[in-house]
Structure formats: structure tokens, C-alpha cells
């Protein structure tokens, strides 16, 4: 089954890497590289991983509406909550329990969550 | 550039349209799945299918349902291929869900994705 995992960052985290400066960010996200690397270095053989999308911060979203045909675009995400959608993951498992267990060693899951939803295949 | 389009609405809206509506509707996404910009998407299955895992100490946290819970719930994506994200938002405004829900463009970090 294909599932996709919403990948979700805490948003004190997200707030706290908004305010480092650019060395320091570059810093930090070099420190989360080799983490990723490792899970995609074992899992991608395993061809369990379909298209993977790293989305830019929160304070980069636009929200698009349309009301009585006028579009109606604001800045930021559609919905301030605890966690953040920061990535989504496609990953193919055989049941809920295999996707979880991949869920479980993705680096965001040990400070914010990943939500599994089935995918609709057309 | 990339960006995900993160569609958000009334799961329960879709149960009261009529076959045509949907049929309608459904058109409307399938031609945005086919058109140029669209680089790949997917419908997800109501927030009632979800699951969301987290990991604390050594412990694997798992429950049901959606990370957070909103009165417009993600039902699905498209990915788009654009120049800009003003452009990204005019494709945006193009799916149906945006009339009644609202669609979040985001874009894909640079470098992000898998690695090749």
C-alpha cells in the first residue's frame, strides 16, 4: 500500500531556526544532513521510498481562497498549530505496521510527529 | 521551482454533493493532474484512516487520527512546477477545493527531496 507521511517539525522549533542567522542555520542544518542521509542510504535501496519533497519554512506558505470568484491570497500557512508541516514522504509498505516502523526512524519523529494517510490510487 | 499545493476542506461537504457535482469536481482535478505545471500529487484517504507516530525517549507513541486536528482537514496535493509562487498560487486558485476550503502553497526547499 502507498501511504504518504506528513512530516510535522514543533513550531518552537521552527520559531527558534527562524531567528539564526545564516551561518548559523547553515550549521545546524549540516548538523541534521547526515541523519537524513543515513535513513534514504538504508532505505532507498529497499524501494520503500517514493518522491520525497523538504518544504521550505512555514513563513514562506501563501494561502490561496477563492470566494465568489476572487482570489484571495495571505501570507503563512493555512493553520498555526503545535506542529508544522515541514515534508511529505511517499512510501510504500505492505500494511499500516511496516509504514509505521519506517515512520518511526524518521528524524522528525523524535521532537514533533509523522501522520500516515493512506494514498487513493486512481 | 517546485511547490506543494496542500489542499484543505470539509471532509463532510463531498458526502452532500450530488453525482454531478462530483462528477464535475472531478473532472476539474483530473485536468489540473494532467496539466503542464503538474509534476505529481495524490488524494489521501480521510483524516479517519490517519495515523500519526511519535517517538520519546524510547518509546514509539502511536494514535489515531491527524497530527492536529482542523475543521478543514488535508485531503490531498499537487506538485507544481512554476517560476514563482505567484504563479504556483494562480494554478492554486484553480482547484476546487480552494472555492470552499483553501489551498497552502509551499515551496520545496532547494535541494530538498531525495537524494540522487
Not at chain 1, 517514493?50 to 514562506?60: I, K, Q, R
Not at chain 1, 470566494?67 to 515541514?86: H, N, S
Not at chain 2, 505545471?37 to 488524494?43: D, K
Amino acid at each position: 500500500m502507498k501511504y504518504a507521511a506528513l512530516l510535522t517539525n514543533n513550531a518552537d522549533e521552527v520559531a527558534a531556526w527562524e531567528r539564526l542567522t545564516p551561518e548559523e542555520a547553515a550549521a545546524a542544518r549540516a548538523n541534521e544532513v547526515p541523519k537524513w542521509e543515513a535513513l534514504f542510504g538504508e532505505l532507498g535501496p529497499t524501494g520503500v521510498l517514493g518522491d520525497g519533497f523538504e518544504l521550505d519554512s512555514p513563513t514562506t506558505a501563501k494561502t490561496v481562497r477563492v470566494r465568489d470568484g476572487e482570489t484571495v491570497v495571505t501570507d503563512g500557512p493555512f493553520a498555526e498549530t503545535k506542529e508544522l508541516i515541514g515534508g511529505l514522504m511517499e512510501i510504500e509498505a505492505e500494511d499500516l505496521d511496516a509504514a509505521i516502523a519506517i515512520a518511526a526512524r524518521i528524524p522528525v519523529v523524535f521532537t514533533a510527529s509523522v501522520e500516515l494517510r493512506p494514498v487513493i490510487e486512481h | 521551482m517546485q511547490y506543494l499545493a496542500l489542499i484543505y476542506g470539509d471532509e463532510a461537504r463531498w458526502e452532500n454533493l450530488s453525482t454531478g457535482q462530483r462528477e464535475a469536481e472531478m473532472g476539474e482535478y483530473t485536468a489540473l493532474s494532467q496539466a503542464d505545471v503538474t509534476r505529481g500529487g495524490n488524494e489521501l484517504d480521510s483524516t479517519a484512516t490517519a495515523t500519526t507516530v511519535r517517538v520519546r525517549g524510547d518509546e514509539t507513541l502511536v494514535t489515531d487520527g491527524p497530527f492536529a486536528e482542523l475543521k478543514e482537514a488535508l485531503g490531498g496535493y499537487y506538485v507544481f512546477e512554476c517560476d514563482s509562487i505567484d504563479e504556483a498560487c494562480t494554478w492554486a486558485a484553480k482547484i476546487p477545493a480552494a472555492r470552499h476550503g483553501a489551498i497552502e502553497v509551499r515551496p520545496v526547499y532547494a535541494d530538498g527531496g531525495e537524494p540522487s
